[in-house]
């Protein structure tokens, strides 16, 4: 075998290699964005839970705020204010 010959059995060999390493990689990827396309749906769905959940619970501690605020507002204008009474003959 010749030397030209001998690059060439070389060559396409590495080149096999190469192209099969190509292929499977495309392959996966192939595979991985099919899998990202069949969950997507359950992870939208899941983020709109979490989403709900949290707006769910800031809703509920904002309205505790606010009923604590107006009953501190109530308790203040509620209370009446002691006063003294200057009598006119100590003035």
Same mark, same amino acid.
């Given at each position: 075998m010749s030397n030209i010959d001998k690059w060439i059995s070389d060559f396409r060999g590495t080149n096999g290699l190469q192209t099969d390493a190509v292929r499977r990689e495309a392959e996966n990827d192939l +595979? /991985?964005? $099919?899998?990202?396309? #069949? &969950?997507?749906?359950? &992870?939208?769905? $899941? /983020?709109?839970? =979490?989403?709900?959940? $949290?707006? +769910?619970? #800031? /809703?509920? #501690?904002?309205? +505790?705020?606010? =009923? +604590?605020?107006r009953a501190d507002a109530a308790a203040r204008k509620a209370a009446p204010k002691s006063r003294v009474r200057v009598s006119p003959t100590e003035a």
């Open positions: +595979a /991985r964005q $099919k899998r990202q396309k #069949l &969950d997507e749906p359950k &992870d939208y769905e $899941k /983020r709109m839970r =979490a989403q709900s959940a $949290k707006s +769910a619970k #800031l /809703r509920e #501690l904002r309205l +505790a705020k606010e =009923a +604590a605020e």
